[in-house]
């Protein structure tokens, strides 16, 4: 993950840096004194990516509020004051993933996590959070607030799920799988053509419903130490364009040994993907038949790692494109099954 941070004063730079030395696994980027805070805020609203504002809430609240826009697209916003004590996450808690972050910072420092999200404070089940977890699309976002009531409220939440969607866990209490699809509250499709021919077959769908519908396809990728966000984001869209731009997509994956590595981790916060990470020997242990290397072999320990990145990333899944390369840059694409892996 790279988080992108700006401080204005010596206590805020010194928490800052604790920071950074304490959580070897992420990459903190700090903003350039050449750049104005407006300048710098809008990019990283362009670019999608988490910021770390360690200041009093006031300042974060006017830097961002020419950019804030929607949901769906707004970048994480966190707030750290200058002690370190408490941190808060004021904008795209579930969906960007700000909440998550918060709590993770919080376990790095020692910091108390200030939540303000209804669902959160209520202990409840967020129907956005479920969505990004299992890879759904949200087809109708402003409903999502309806469902939450119902959660908060402690009212039990109808869900619909197509046959064609494996259920793998469990639904915990207050959550109830339905077959009448224009009674539940939410209903889950396997694909957009199938969400269409429910469609037609009921005559349209509940409004008071909130409708999902599955990311099925996974990018693995590959590439050398230092390649560029543009480097790399012109190669997807040469390979993998009908995909990236049409809500497709449930995550991208690769190993562990990039997870530092800044082009790569721009290039999923620009395009709101998750990135996931497998280490050689959970790709080594994948069966089936993959493209081989010796010379990604000896640097990496595995002999290939997009065509398997994308498999341990997909739910019981297939290489639909295999390995295409290009000036140290390999991508391949696979295709999962439909599935709901976790609830909460």
Same mark, same amino acid.
């Given at each position: 993950?790279?988080?992108?941070?700006?401080?204005? $004063?010596?206590?805020?730079?010194?928490?800052?840096?604790?920071?950074?030395?304490?959580?070897?696994?992420?990459?903190?980027?700090? @903003?350039?004194?050449?750049? $104005?805070?407006?300048?710098?805020?809008?990019?990283?609203?362009?670019?999608?990516? *988490?910021?770390?504002?360690?200041?009093?809430?006031?300042?974060?609240?006017?830097?961002?509020?020419?950019?804030?826009?929607?949901? %769906?697209?707004?970048?994480?916003?966190?707030?750290?004051?200058?002690?370190?004590?408490?941190?808060?996450?004021?904008? $795209?808690?579930? %969906?960007?993933?700000?909440?998550?972050?918060?709590?993770?910072?919080?376990?790095?420092?020692?910091?108390?996590?200030?939540?303000?999200?209804?669902?959160?404070?209520?202990?409840?089940?967020?129907?956005?959070?479920?969505?990004?977890?299992?890879?759904?699309?949200?087809?109708?976002?402003?409903?999502?607030?309806?469902?939450?009531?119902?959660?908060?409220?402690? /009212?039990?939440?109808?869900?619909?799920? #197509?046959?064609?969607?494996?259920? %793998?866990?469990?639904? *915990?209490?207050?959550?109830?799988?339905?077959?009448?699809?224009?009674?539940?509250?939410?209903?889950?499709?396997?694909?957009?053509?199938?969400?269409?021919?429910?469609?037609?077959?009921?005559?349209?769908?509940?409004? #008071?419903?909130?409708?999902? +519908?599955?990311?099925?396809?996974?990018?693995?990728?590959?590439? @050398?130490? #230092?390649? $560029?966000?543009?480097?790399?984001?012109?190669?997807?869209?040469?390979?993998?364009?009908?995909?990236?731009?049409?809500? @497709? +997509?449930?995550?991208?994956?690769?190993?562990?040994?990039?997870?530092?590595? !800044?082009?790569?981790?721009?290039?999923?916060?620009?395009?709101?993907?998750?990135?996931?990470?497998?280490?050689?020997? /959970?790709?080594?242990?994948? /069966?089936?038949?993959?493209?081989?290397?010796?010379?990604?072999?000896?640097?990496?320990?595995?002999?290939?790692?997009?065509? !398997?990145?994308?498999?341990?990333?997909?739910?019981?899944?297939?290489?639909?494109?295999?390995?295409?390369?290009?000036?140290?840059?390999?991508?391949?694409?696979?295709? !999962? @099954?439909?599935?709901?892996?976790?609830?909460?």
């Amino acid at each position: 993950m790279i988080i992108n941070v700006v401080s204005f $004063s010596k206590e805020g730079e010194k928490i800052a840096d604790m920071l950074c030395q304490k959580d070897q696994d992420n990459l903190y980027v700090f @903003k350039e004194k050449s750049v $104005s805070l407006s300048e710098w805020t809008k990019n990283c609203f362009f670019m999608h990516m *988490p910021m770390l504002f360690i200041c009093a809430c006031g300042i974060a609240v006017r830097a961002i509020a020419p950019f804030v826009d929607s949901k %769906l697209t707004d970048s994480p916003v966190i707030v750290m004051d200058e002690k370190g004590n408490n941190v808060i996450p004021v904008l $795209s808690g579930h %969906l960007g993933g700000a909440n998550d972050i918060a709590k993770h910072i919080c376990d790095v420092i020692l910091a108390n996590p200030v939540l303000t999200t209804a669902t959160d404070v209520a202990g409840a089940f967020a129907v956005d959070n479920f969505a990004k977890n299992n890879g759904f699309a949200i087809i109708n976002p402003k409903v999502i607030k309806m469902v939450s009531a119902k959660s908060i409220q402690a /009212e039990t939440i109808k869900v619909f799920v #197509d046959a064609k969607v494996k259920v %793998l866990k469990e639904a *915990p209490k207050g959550i109830i799988l339905t077959d009448d699809i224009m009674g539940a509250d939410v209903t889950i499709h396997p694909d957009m053509d199938s969400y269409k021919k429910k469609q037609e077959m009921f005559f349209g769908m509940p409004n #008071d419903a909130l409708h999902l +519908v599955s990311k099925n396809y996974v990018i693995g990728i590959g590439c @050398k130490k #230092d390649k $560029s966000f543009l480097e790399l984001n012109d190669f997807i869209n040469e390979h993998v364009i009908d995909y990236i731009n049409s809500d @497709k +997509v449930y995550c991208m994956a690769t190993i562990d040994l990039k997870k530092k590595e !800044r082009g790569l981790l721009e290039l999923a916060s620009y395009h709101r993907l998750m990135l996931k990470f497998f280490d050689k020997d /959970e790709l080594n242990e994948l /069966e089936g038949t993959f493209t081989s290397s010796s010379f990604v072999e000896s640097i990496t320990g595995t002999a290939n790692v997009c065509e !398997r990145a994308a498999m341990a990333a997909a739910v019981e899944g297939e290489i639909v494109m295999g390995k295409k390369m290009s000036d140290g840059k390999t991508i391949a694409l696979a295709k !999962r @099954k439909p599935a709901i892996m976790q609830w909460l």
